[in-house]
């Protein structure tokens, strides 16, 4: 069972990577086959998704196996090897944040992805 701590990094980050993907929670739950409800549940931290369902985010959103559910203990911590941390991951990580800091930095973060992939993608 998920402490509350670890269904708050999962609902925020869970927001993050759905805005982030530009999909309506309608959207992401119909391309994952559950209910809006669902969706708003788990963004609100009423309920946890399935490992299933978490499987089925994180392909859904294009993150790296493991990325949602090791933070709702799915995996033990070791279990998804990788070569660095990433930025979202770190952010979620540093106790010296708020939710607001955590994402104003993801934004932030994102949005100059978005820009060197489309430098790079005209070059």
Do not use: C, H
């Not at 399935?50 to 203990?73: C, D, F, H, W, Y």
Request: net charge neutral; glycine share 6%.
């Amino acid at each position: 069972m998920a402490t509350e701590a670890q269904k708050a990094a999962f609902r925020r980050r869970l927001r993050q990577e759905r805005e982030a993907a530009e999909q309506t929670q309608m959207g992401l739950s119909l391309k994952i086959g559950v209910s809006r409800s669902a969706v708003w549940q788990w963004e609100e931290g009423k309920s946890v998704p399935t490992e299933a369902n978490v499987a089925a985010l994180e392909k859904e959103l294009r993150l790296q196996p493991g990325a949602l559910s090791i933070l709702l203990g799915y995996l033990p911590a070791g279990a998804v090897e990788r070569e660095m941390v990433s930025v979202i991951e770190a952010l979620e990580a540093d106790p010296k944040l708020g939710e607001r800091e955590r994402e104003l930095l993801a934004a932030m973060y994102r949005q100059l992805v978005k820009q060197r992939e489309a430098s790079g993608e005209s070059t």
